[in-house]
C-alpha cells in the first residue's frame, strides 16, 4: 500500500528566510506526487505537480519541488517566506496510471512565519 | 466559473444519527472524490464517483455511502454515526477523460461534530 510520510509536524521559519519541507513516500513504482497548501478553515488549493519529465517543478506563490527517485523523495521548497504562507502543507501520491482524486495524504506539516 | 460548494459548513449531530453532506462540483468536471480530515490528519479517500458511480473507495465501512447527480453534484451519506465520524469532510471535483484526472479543485469542507 501506498504511503506518504511528512516527518516534520510543525516548523517556524522567520519571514525572508528559505523554506524546506520534506515529504517521503512509499510505493512500488514512481506515482504522481502533489503538494497542496490548506489555510485555517478552507479546502485544500494545488501548488504543484509532478507527473514526469524534469524532477524539479515549479509551482505557485514561489514554491518549487525537486522528485528524487532513489531516496523516494519531493520536497518542498521555497527561498524567501512570506508572513501569508503560513498555513499546513501536505503532501500527496497517487499511482501512476490511476487518477488524482484517489490520492493518499501525508499528515501536514504546519509552517509559522515569525515576523 | 464557479468553484467547488459544500453544505453545510457546519454540522452537529449525536451519536446514531443518519447526516448528508453535499458538494457542487467545478463548472465542467464530471469527478467527485470525498475525503475525511480529522484533526491533525491529513485528508484520506473515502470514495470516488464517475458518471454517477462509485469508481473506488477508501478504507470506509458501508455506512459511508454517496451518490452523483446527472449534474456531477455529490452526496455523502454516514448512517449510524460514530464519534470518531467527527471531522472535516472535503469534496474534490475534477475533470476525468481516459483514465487519469487533471487538478483537484477542493471545496471548502463541511465540519462535522457528532456528541
Known amino acids: ?115 | 466559473e464557479t468553484g467547488v460548494t459544500q453544505s453545510p459548513t457546519h454540522l452537529i449531530k449525536t451519536r446514531g444519527q443518519q447526516v448528508t453532506l453535499r458538494c457542487s462540483s467545478q463548472s465542467g468536471h464530471n469527478t467527485v472524490s470525498w475525503y475525511q480530515q480529522a484533526l491533525g490528519q491529513g485528508p484520506q479517500f473515502i470514495f470516488q464517483y464517475y458518471r454517477e458511480e462509485e469508481n473506488g473507495r477508501g478504507n470506509f465501512p458501508p455506512r459511508f455511502s454517496g451518490l452523483q447527480f446527472p449534474n456531477y453534484s455529490s452526496e455523502l451519506n454516514v448512517n449510524a454515526l460514530e464519534l470518531d465520524d467527527s471531522a472535516l469532510y472535503l469534496c474534490a471535483s475534477s475533470s476525468r477523460t481516459g483514465g487519469n484526472t487533471g487538478e483537484l479543485f477542493f471545496g471548502e469542507g463541511s465540519r462535522l461534530t457528532v456528541l
Open chain 1, 1 to 115: 500500500a501506498q504511503s506518504v510520510t511528512q516527518p516534520d509536524i510543525h516548523i517556524t521559519v522567520s519571514e525572508g528566510a528559505s523554506l524546506e519541507l520534506r515529504c517521503n513516500y512509499s510505493y512500488g513504482a514512481t506515482p504522481y506526487l502533489f503538494w497542496y497548501v490548506q489555510s485555517p478553515g478552507q479546502g485544500l488549493q494545488l501548488l504543484l505537480k509532478y507527473f514526469s519529465g524534469d524532477t524539479l517543478v515549479q509551482g505557485i506563490k514561489g514554491f518549487e519541488a525537486e522528485f528524487k527517485r532513489s531516496q523516494s523523495s519531493f520536497n518542498l521548497r521555497k527561498p524567501s517566506v512570506h508572513w501569508s504562507d503560513a498555513a499546513e502543507y501536505f503532501c500527496a501520491v497517487a499511482p501512476v496510471n490511476t487518477n488524482a482524486g484517489k490520492s493518499t495524504f501525508g499528515d501536514g506539516t504546519t509552517l509559522t512565519v515569525k515576523p
